[in-house]
Each structure stands twice: as C-alpha cells, then as structure tokens.
C-alpha cells in the first residue's frame, strides 16, 4: 500500500514536499516513481529513483526544480518540489516499480502499486 501526503496550495516560487509512506512492500526492492495529473490531460511521469536511490530520473521540465529522495529504512518516497509554477498543479501519485531503467520507470504502464494522488495547487 502506497500512501502520499503533503500536498496542497502553494504560490508560484514556492515550495511543497511530498511524502509516499508504503506498507506491505519491500520497499528497498522497488524503484519509486512520481506522476502527475492535470484536469483534462494525460499523466505524466515527473521523477523516479531507483531501488537506492543511487540513480534519479527527471522530466526535463521540472528536472532543475524538483528532487526525488528516498528513506529505505523508513520505506518512504519524497518529492521536494522547490519553484513551483502555476502549471505544476495537478494530482501527484506515488508508484513502485520492480525495475531500474529510465524507459521503464518512466513509463506509468511498468509500475505495479499506486498511491491515491494528492492535490498540488500553485497560485499565480
């Protein structure tokens, strides 16, 4: 069970930080990965890190501005999410993956578990 947190209304330039608690996984074993949803439009993968965290993957948009992390011991995902715009808003999820490549854990298709999404909002 992936369960994310920390989500809410921010103004442009400023910050919020995701957390994706999990249970009933083992958490070291899966590559974490963030996705977002904006209202009428596709999801679309924003980070991942792999098992360690010892690679991390951005979309290129966003790569200089947000920072995906993760805590094995606590088998908990973090997205730090620095600079936020108006265009940012959507629901983000949480997802795990078994794998370790980018093509992999950038596609929402090769993800085995998701959290429920929380709401980012930016104002302008």
């Known amino acids: 069970q992936l369960q994310a947190s920390g989500g809410g209304l921010a103004q442009a330039g400023g910050s919020l930080r995701l957390s994706c608690a999990t249970s009933?996984?083992?958490?070291?074993?899966?590559?974490m990965g963030w996705f977002r949803q904006a209202p009428g439009k596709a999801r679309e993968f924003v980070a991942a890190?792999?098992?360690?965290?010892?690679?991390?993957y951005y979309l290129g948009s966003i790569k200089a501005r947000f920072t995906i992390s993760r805590d094995n011991a606590k088998s908990t995902a973090y997205l730090q999410m620095n600079s936020l715009k108006p265009e940012d808003t959507a629901v983000y999820y949480c997802?795990?993956?078994?794998?370790?490549?980018?093509?992999?854990?950038?596609?929402?298709?090769?993800?085995?578990?998701w959290g429920q999404g929380t709401q980012v909002t930016v104002s302008s």
């Open positions: 997802a795990a993956s078994p794998y370790y490549d980018y093509s992999r854990l950038s596609s929402s298709n090769e993800y085995e578990h």
């Open positions: 890190a792999t098992w360690r965290g010892s690679k991390t």
């Open positions: 009933g996984l083992r958490f070291s074993l899966y590559g």
